[in-house]
């Protein structure tokens, strides 16, 4: 039997919320797998991964991929779709969510999406926007620019979206300037505010996102921190190294998208010999800390959510037990 016929006769199916669904965002390291993983156990339904990089096949340990005995016990969506040397994008997700949405629905389930990519989460309740498509002539020119250039461009230009992207990713920064030199436009300035909506897709056909709840975690920076170095820590105990060079084996440095990586691109900074393992693990809990902090700037002021603060030490059955009515 697979695994979403076993979870659609599961007990704990609840029918009169088998029309919600159930969104749930926040930084990296908040604890919202946890407490989606419970969220669905309880109320009988199935997670949608929003989160660009588990999407991977292979990249496990860095990404915190739920494990097999997790997705086990709950299905889980758009998690090892692609190969490391297939491309993925936004638009890409928006196609296997709705799909994951409407299979879910369709047995009597409850989509629960959950993830730190802001982006996907945007362009699936909103639709792509207006931003052109890469040309390859363009794109190559921009890939073989030093990225201090780069950026100097998007500072003078756009500096809006300079302040908020993340400058140590090429691939953002590129598209960025890409978009500027296409339309002339600040790239911020064709991104709407993320709000729920009923879109239509190429074909006419309406798409309603009745979110039941739209769930933003937080945690004190002290916590978030502490709880962002931990992570690391254990990602390089269970063998991020090597599960990284065996990704270099498997063409993970050909993939422009999945080589940037949080932890696979300073692993690989570390096996040129760039930095010591030590300074490497120092530099992704760095790197971490300050991509979460650029998430919750993008959750705060992109998307309209409820927000639930998170205390040390609470577990994630307490926090469900905050989210549900007492008996659900």
Not at 141 to 159: I, N, V
């Amino acid at each position: 039997m697979a695994a979403h016929e076993a979870a659609a006769e599961s007990p704990t199916s609840i029918p009169q919320l088998a029309s919600a669904q159930w969104l749930l965002a926040g930084p990296t390291a908040v604890g919202k797998s946890q407490v989606a993983l419970l969220l669905a156990e309880r109320l009988g339904g199935e997670i949608i991964s929003v989160d660009s990089m588990q999407v991977y096949r292979g990249l496990d340990i860095g990404t915190a991929k739920p494990s097999p005995a997790e997705r086990r016990r709950v299905p889980h969506h758009l998690i090892d779709v692609v190969e490391l040397t297939e491309p993925f994008d936004a638009s890409r997700f928006v196609q296997c969510a709705r799909h994951a949405v409407s299979d879910i629905q369709a047995r009597g389930r409850i989509p629960i999406l959950c993830g730190g990519t802001g982006l996907y989460f945007k362009a699936f309740l909103e639709g792509l926007g207006d931003a052109p498509p890469s040309r390859p002539a363009l794109r190559a020119k921009l890939e073989a620019t030093p990225l201090p250039d780069l950026l100097r461009e998007l500072a003078q230009h756009d500096p809006a979206t300079y302040q908020r992207i993340d400058r140590q990713n090429p691939r953002r920064v590129i598209r960025a300037v890409e978009v500027l030199r296409l339309t002339g436009r600040p790239f911020s300035e064709q991104r709407a505010d993320w709000q729920p909506a009923t879109r239509n897709d190429q074909h006419g056909a309406q798409f309603a996102f009745p979110m039941s709840r739209y769930i933003g975690f937080s945690r004190s920076p002290a916590d978030l921190r502490a709880r962002i170095d931990a992570r690391v820590e254990a990602m390089f105990q269970r063998g991020l190294v090597a599960e990284t060079q065996q990704l270099l084996r498997q063409g993970l440095a050909e993939n422009r998208t999945a080589r940037q990586a949080l932890g696979y691109r300073q692993v690989i900074e570390h096996l040129r010999g760039e930095q010591s393992l030590a300074e490497t693990i120092a530099l992704v809990k760095t790197r971490t800390w300050q991509f979460a902090k650029r998430q919750m700037t993008w959750f705060r002021h992109q998307a309209r959510l409820e927000w639930l603060a998170l205390e040390p030490g609470e577990t994630a059955a307490q926090t469900v037990a905050r989210l549900l009515p007492a008996g659900t």
